[in-house]
């Protein structure tokens, strides 16, 4: 069974930093994809960042969202099994509730990652059940 838990949300000011963690357990696939996304409450969910790897030793493929480029950094430690996002600069529409959802790195993931795209939460099997991020001025 594979276990997805988000952390590291909270309260921060305007300007501040986070660096949230994806820990993900029981997962035995070879490749992965593995992505942040955030909602609010009445909207839809919106990708934020990506992570996929063939697991082949081609090259690591990652994509950020228009709005986070520039100040958001997605990283693995797969030795430990966690997917790290880290947000600088944080701004009043940073706030939401950050989900973290993996699974195997398949054709259609690749595809949007290969054309700097976030692919749709719809392509994800496993998610967590979310780190709130509360930002404030």
């Known amino acids: 069974q594979v276990n997805v838990v988000e952390s590291g949300g909270g309260a921060v000011q305007v300007g501040g930093s986070l660096r949230l963690s994806c820990r993900i357990s029981?997962?035995?696939?070879?490749?992965?994809?593995v992505a942040w996304f955030r909602q609010t409450p009445g909207k839809e969910r919106e990708g934020v960042a990506s992570?996929?790897?063939?697991?082949?030793?081609?090259?690591?493929?990652?994509t950020y969202a228009d709005s986070m480029q520039g100040r958001t950094t997605i990283s693995a430690d797969s030795a430990k099994g966690t997917i790290f996002l880290e947000i600088n600069s944080l701004e009043l529409d940073d706030t939401a509730m950050y989900y973290c959802?993996?699974?195997?790195?398949?054709?259609?993931?690749?595809?949007?990652?290969?054309?700097?795209?976030?692919?749709?939460?719809?392509?994800?099997?496993?998610w967590g059940q979310g780190t709130q991020v509360t930002v404030s001025s």
């Open positions: 959802a993996a699974g195997r790195l398949t054709i259609g993931k690749d595809r949007h990652q290969a054309r700097g795209a976030i692919p749709p939460a719809s392509d994800f099997e496993f």
């Open positions: 992570i996929g790897d063939a697991g082949d030793g081609r090259p690591i493929r990652i």
């Open positions: 029981g997962y035995t696939y070879s490749s992965y994809c």
